[in-house]
């Protein structure tokens, strides 16, 4: 919010956060409901994006990370997004 709040005295109007950096569906629902109390709470408009393929977790090749983006973190953030 103190970041927010700083962009609004120099003018910004909107901003984008980008989640996909908690790297599993625990972290990254967390920071997409940051971001929901951040755009509830600020005066700017906060756009949220997931970016959840943008790094493979160690351990997984690929494959297997696009994967679990696509059957688990898309289908529960997708259900998320309808209850906000």
Known sequence: M???NKMSKLGT???EVKSGYGLDLENELKM???I???R??????VISTFCGAHS???GMTDQEATKV???E????IEVKNKKL
């Open 40 to 45: 509830k709470e600020s005066n700017i408009d």
């Open 32 to 34: 997409l409901r940051v």
């Open 2 to 4: 103190e970041r927010l």
């Open 36 to 38: 929901e109390k951040a």
């Open 69 to 71: 983006i696509i059957e």
């Open 73 to 76: 973190h898309l289908p529960k």
């Open 13 to 15: 109007t909107t901003v």
């Open 56 to 58: 493979v977790p160690k």
